[in-house]
């Protein structure tokens, strides 16, 4: 069973080693793990068979080969769970997913003025991972690295806008909503609302949510490998309701060119 990546292959197509060029146990253990991740990180053997459709047996001997390698931990009570040799890995991944993106960061910045971001949705938080500023002397400036809360970002409200309600709701339960401003939505209610309308319109706006004076355009990137969206931000005065109307479809280009990019392992030249 291959892992399903950001080629956008179904779980559960069989294609075999020979065909793909690829090995079958290594294809195997990358789609439980990614099987694991998807419920939540932790997962019993009889979870793993059913929805990987693989004998027990076969998923038994590919877990003892990532317990031993460190890519999975066998809790107490007999479950599997991520391991944490895993977060080297990914740490090391979303430099690279930064590295990969400036290019098109930076085609945004030329094209709006304003400064460009790349964020991810990491577990209840969103993560920035790259950022080019604007060449404007008034400028916004986010630290690579930074974690903030979703509810208050425009970066974080594309990405769980994305989500099924259910889901979003937990989240913000674990984390709550505290109100970065006066204009930040702290009600979850309110919140699934501002969902439902990005969906319909297709990118995300905070508007002085998350600091005063500062507004935000934002798109996911589609088919990512990872849950991920692109922004611009500048001063309220610049990015302006007339100004989004001509900044959301450059967004939304460079989204495209980016995820198809990724796709190819960051080897997609910019237009």
Same mark, same amino acid.
């Given at each position: 069973?291959?892992?399903?990546?950001?080629?956008?292959?179904?779980?559960?197509?069989?294609?075999?080693?020979?065909?793909?060029?690829?090995?079958?146990?290594?294809?195997?253990a990358f789609?439980?793990?990614?099987?694991?991740?998807?419920?939540?990180?932790?997962?019993?053997l009889?979870?793993?068979?059913?929805? #990987?459709?693989?004998?027990?047996?076969?998923?038994?001997?590919?877990?003892?080969?990532?317990?031993?390698c460190?890519?999975?931990?066998?809790?107490?009570?007999?479950?599997?769970?991520?391991?944490?040799?895993?977060?080297?890995?990914?740490?090391?991944?979303?430099?690279?997913?930064?590295?990969?993106a400036r290019?098109?960061?930076?085609?945004?910045?030329?094209?709006?003025?304003?400064? /460009?971001?790349?964020?991810?949705?990491?577990?209840?938080?969103?993560?920035?991972?790259?950022?080019?500023?604007?060449?404007? #002397?008034?400028?916004?400036?986010?630290?690579?690295?930074?974690?903030?809360?979703p509810? #208050?970002?425009g970066?974080?409200?594309?990405?769980?806008?994305?989500?099924?309600?259910?889901?979003?709701?937990?989240?913000?339960?674990?984390?709550?909503?505290?109100?970065?401003t006066?204009?930040?939505?702290?009600?979850p209610?309110?919140?699934?609302?501002?969902?439902?309308r990005?969906?319909?319109?297709?990118?995300?706006?905070?508007?002085?949510?998350q600091?005063?004076?500062?507004?935000?355009? !934002?798109?996911?990137?589609?088919d990512?490998?990872?849950?991920a /969206?692109?922004?611009?931000?500048?001063?309220?005065?610049?990015?302006?309701e007339?100004?989004?109307?001509?900044?959301?479809?450059?967004?939304?280009?460079?989204?495209q060119?980016?995820?198809?990019?990724?796709?190819?392992?960051?080897? !997609?030249?910019?237009?």
């Amino acid at each position: 069973m291959p892992c399903t990546g950001i080629t956008g292959r179904p779980r559960g197509a069989q294609v075999s080693a020979d065909r793909t060029g690829g090995v079958q146990s290594l294809e195997r253990a990358f789609d439980l793990l990614e099987r694991m991740a998807d419920a939540g990180g932790e997962v019993g053997l009889s979870e793993l068979s059913a929805g #990987s459709g693989l004998p027990l047996p076969t998923i038994h001997r590919l877990m003892r080969t990532l317990v031993a390698c460190g890519y999975v931990r066998q809790q107490p009570n007999r479950r599997y769970a991520l391991g944490p040799r895993l977060i080297r890995l990914g740490e090391g991944a979303a430099r690279l997913l930064g590295t990969w993106a400036r290019p098109y960061l930076a085609e945004l910045v030329e094209a709006t003025g304003e400064t /460009a971001n790349m964020a991810l949705l990491d577990g209840d938080e969103v993560v920035y991972v790259a950022q080019v500023p604007s060449r404007h #002397s008034m400028r916004m400036f986010t630290e690579v690295g930074r974690r903030v809360l979703p509810h #208050s970002t425009g970066v974080g409200k594309a990405l769980l806008a994305s989500l099924p309600p259910g889901e979003v709701r937990a989240l913000l339960a674990r984390t709550g909503m505290p109100a970065a401003t006066d204009r930040t939505i702290t009600e979850p209610d309110a919140f699934l609302a501002e969902l439902e309308r990005i969906r319909e319109l297709g990118y995300a706006v905070d508007d002085n949510e998350q600091e005063v004076g500062v507004r935000c355009l !934002a798109v996911t990137v589609p088919d990512s490998p990872t849950a991920a /969206a692109i922004s611009i931000s500048g001063p309220a005065g610049r990015v302006t309701e007339g100004a989004t109307d001509k900044i959301v479809p450059v967004l939304h280009g460079v989204a495209q060119r980016l995820s198809v990019a990724l796709s190819n392992n960051g080897a !997609a030249p910019v237009s």
